[in-house]
């Protein structure tokens, strides 16, 4: 089974940066589409960006459009959320998760039911 642990989540003032890291346990991770989801406090789980296997294609929601870079380095078993221009409105739980459903390699939006092995997630706080 694959396992991914968050970390990197911190306090950060607005308009600074951050980079999330998500180690994974196990031996197909280079294959399946990785996605970084968020909740604030009070609201849904969002989906805020994917990074697909098949050909490390990636997606973001329009509210993190231009600021977040997502990646992914295989050989460290690792993919990466680089946080940019952070706002207030970016406070919240972070977590990552694998694509479980069919096309498991690619990026196919963000429905929860679609993804497993979450992690435990980290806290991003972005001062006001």
């Known amino acids: 089974q694959l396992q991914l642990v968050e970390s990197g989540g911190n306090l950060v003032q607005p308009g600074g940066s951050l980079r999330l890291s998500c180690a994974a346990s196990g031996l197909i991770f280079e294959y399946v589409a990785i996605a970084w989801f968020r909740q604030a406090p009070g609201k849904e789980r969002e989906g805020v960006s994917c990074?697909?296997?098949?050909?490390?294609?990636?997606n973001y929601a329009d509210s993190v459009k231009g600021r977040f870079t997502i990646s992914r380095d295989n050989a460290k078993n690792t993919a990466y959320l680089q946080m940019n221009s952070l706002k207030s409105e970016d406070t919240g739980v972070y977590f990552c998760?694998?694509?479980?459903?069919?096309?498991?390699?690619?990026?196919?939006?963000?429905?929860?039911?679609?993804?497993?092995?979450w992690g435990q997630g980290t806290q991003v706080t972005v001062s006001s």
């Open positions: 990074i697909s296997g098949s050909d490390n294609r990636t």
């Open positions: 998760a694998a694509r479980i459903a069919p096309r498991y390699y690619a990026c196919s939006g963000y429905a929860e039911a679609d993804f497993g092995s």
